[in-house]
């Protein structure tokens, strides 16, 4: 296989390509079904146009042929998996993905190949008597069939979109759209199969079935049967020679196998070719993947101790996670690292033994990379308020501040974060684009100013100390996930964002003002920077510097 003409990716673009046509027309198929609840008659109203959209010429020539490459492209990558361990819910699609050209035969012959051979009409009545009063275990294959193709393509459909910013807060709806469309459809054929059943249907004389004149002849259906053993028998042959491929290529990576120590001195010999995660997960050794091991996080990486020859370039897809972490020389993509010939590796991020995890601590997200903005806050004179006070009362103090903080990113669409002392964390924009969880963060900031300014003169007559508030507010790439132990865990991120975000709360306090966000929040957010005062700073932590913005009403007062 040339590199750059069939590449992975392109690969992987056609299966989803065909696929989405796939799913396509399932779900206007179903939603056809779904009219029968109104009639028969309605139903065939609407097959109309949709016979016409998907029966020319340019559209059976995409249809059918999806059907064929996503069929190749699955049994292929099933071919190229070295083993099959892995996550339950891809096992699941890849079995349903099988099924599915098994008990969907049937059905392609008995309409499309019957109408296209014998001028078959198979219309709603039709079908519908075929499958509901002639053959009703064949329509009980059918209706599970239809319901295997839709799970599939929705296990497709989430795994495609799941790391996609809207799909978290789009998920419940389509998740409702997902379960009421095959449930509207098979209610739909149930409806007309008893409408075609009941005494008025048998006396109306509905066409298909005992009353269809064109229905095939005796002769017409033995050729379908045969067509029909044609598809199975070479759908059956596809998968054996499928198997004998595997089974002749583990033979001859008997001859070439190598061995891959870890640290603790377990040794694992896999097959030349196998990637370090798939000889992690085939020797039982704990290796994290955050991604599934398709080489876009940098959770599975491995430190390569000693290798005997030289070990395989780094590829296209690997150099680009890796430029982006910038690991110590030596640092590779377990998912990605396939080598030819022994080596000593240690895993960096070493996952926790199943065994040591407590019950119903299950990781919920593993993380996923976003453009957020971070706030994060914190009071400037609290040490201070602290030596003065008894401890009741800056509990009450710091509850009706975090009461403050709390509202502010909630009326702004924020997520909180965490409250760490005095010190509180906020994130914005995990469901919306980087512009506007600049702004919904800028709105929370004037919230909470505003919020303490209340506060202190609502407690002025009882604490003669006032509460001063430092913010700090950047923006950029972050890992957003669930972390935690036990059923301790919340949604965090992680990242040089958030880093920075923390910094710049404690330039608010050198520069003694409330706000200080960075360049990239001025100009994401579209702010008026005439109405700034704009600053180059050093933090921690960085090589270059960067500019901040703080309102010029906020300098002014801090300077009087």
């Not at 779904?34 to 559209?59: K, Y």
């Amino acid at each position: 296989m040339k590199k750059g003409i069939v590449s992975e990716r392109l690969l992987r673009d056609m299966r989803l390509a065909s696929g989405l046509v796939i799913f396509i027309f399932v779900a206007m198929h179903m939603l056809n079904h779904a009219l029968g609840l109104i009639s028969v008659e309605t139903a065939d109203h609407f097959r109309r146009p949709f016979l016409t959209l998907w029966r020319n010429p340019i559209a059976t020539v995409l249809l059918y042929g999806s059907f064929l490459v996503h069929i190749l492209l699955v049994l292929r990558s099933i071919y190229v998996r070295r083993n099959f361990v892995m996550p339950k819910s891809e096992a699941a699609q890849i079995l349903l993905g099988l099924l599915i050209p098994l008990m969907l035969i049937p059905h392609i012959i008995g309409t499309r190949v019957a109408n296209e051979l014998f001028d078959y009409r198979d219309t709603y009545a039709a079908v519908v008597t075929q499958l509901w009063i002639s053959s009703p275990v064949n329509g009980v294959q059918q209706s599970v069939v239809l319901v295997v193709a839709w799970l599939h393509g929705c296990i497709g459909l989430h795994f495609w979109l799941r790391y996609r910013t809207w799909y978290a807060g789009a998920s419940a709806w389509l998740l409702v759209l997902a379960i009421m469309l095959p449930v509207l459809a098979l209610l739909g054929f149930s409806e007309m199969g008893r409408t075609i059943q009941s005494p008025l249907g048998i006396g109306r004389g509905y066409p298909g079935g005992y009353y269809d004149p064109t229905a095939p002849s005796a002769s017409a259906m033995a050729q379908l049967a045969s067509v029909r053993k044609w598809a199975y028998g070479t759908f059956a042959f596809l998968l054996v020679a499928l198997l004998l491929f595997r089974l002749l290529r583990k033979l001859r990576e008997r001859v070439h196998q190598i061995a891959v120590r870890y640290p603790d001195g377990q040794v694992v010999h896999v097959p030349r070719g196998f990637s370090i995660l798939e000889a992690s997960r085939l020797g039982g050794v704990p290796h994290y993947a955050a991604c599934g091991g398709k080489g876009q996080c940098s959770t599975c990486r491995v430190q390569v101790v000693t290798a005997e020859g030289t070990l395989p370039a780094i590829g296209t897809l690997e150099q680009r996670t890796l430029i982006r972490i910038k690991p110590e020389p030596g640092v590779r993509l377990a998912c990605q690292l396939r080598p030819t010939g022994n080596l000593t590796v240690a895993p960096l991020l070493v996952a926790m033994p199943d065994t040591i995890v407590p019950a119903n601590s299950q990781e919920v997200s593993p993380g996923r990379e976003r453009d957020i903005a971070v706030l994060f806050c914190d009071l400037r004179n609290f040490t201070t308020l602290t030596e003065s006070r008894l401890p009741f009362d800056i509990v009450f103090l710091l509850n009706r501040y975090f009461a403050v903080v709390g509202n502010a990113v909630e009326q702004t669409g924020g997520h909180l974060d965490k409250f760490i002392g005095d010190g509180a964390m906020a994130l914005f924009g995990i469901n919306a684009a980087p512009e506007e969880g600049c702004r919904q963060a800028l709105a929370a900031a004037r919230l909470i100013i505003a919020g303490i300014e209340e506060l202190n003169i609502e407690l002025a007559k009882d604490f003669s100390t006032q509460l001063q508030i430092a913010i700090g507010i950047h923006t950029g790439h972050a890992v957003v996930g669930t972390l935690g132990y036990g059923r301790t865990k919340n949604m965090t991120a992680i990242g040089d964002t958030v880093n920075v975000a923390s910094r710049l709360e404690s330039v608010a306090k050198q520069f003694n003002v409330p706000l200080v966000i960075s360049e990239p929040v001025a100009r994401l957010s579209g702010t008026d920077l005439a109405g700034m005062e704009t600053h180059e700073v050093t933090l921690r932590g960085r090589e270059l510097p960067l500019n901040v913005f703080i309102p010029v009403a906020q300098a002014t007062a801090a300077s009087a």
